[in-house]
């Protein structure tokens, strides 16, 4: 995907334990292989909490799903609402074309640290 669309830059929402410790695993598997394949093409990557997405996308931070799919669709003016993890993934990208934990779309107050933005 990266050699495919040639991004700029990389962003990943972090991971939290869910109730069911296999998906959790998993989960943290395939983020971290996401890392490394960010890492090793050179992009920085930033890191968002859920509660930070939501609240760039839909100004809640404790928002449902279906809002957050709700609010993607409105914001890129989609067809029809994506599916859940679509739309996890857009609202991701979304709150970092914003300025993610900045506020603003200006990155020149993040560093480098072990190939992340921080």
Avoid: W
Avoid at 8 to 21: G, H, L, M, R
Avoid at 22 to 44: D, E, H, K, N, Y
């Amino acid at each position: 995907m990266i050699a495919a669309h040639a991004p700029a830059e990389a962003a990943i929402e972090k991971v939290f334990v869910n109730v069911n410790p296999q998906s959790t695993l998993a989960l943290g598997q395939a983020r971290g292989t996401a890392i490394c394949a960010a890492v090793i093409a050179g992009l920085p990557v930033a890191e968002y909490t859920a509660l930070q997405v939501k609240q760039s996308v839909v100004g809640k931070g404790h928002a449902q799903k279906e809002q957050v799919q709700h609010m993607v669709r409105r914001l890129l003016a989609l067809p029809g609402n994506p599916s859940p993890d679509a739309a996890d993934a857009l609202a991701c990208a979304i709150c970092h074309a914003h300025g993610g934990r900045l506020g603003s779309l200006s990155m020149t107050n993040l560093r480098m640290k072990r190939g992340r933005l921080v």
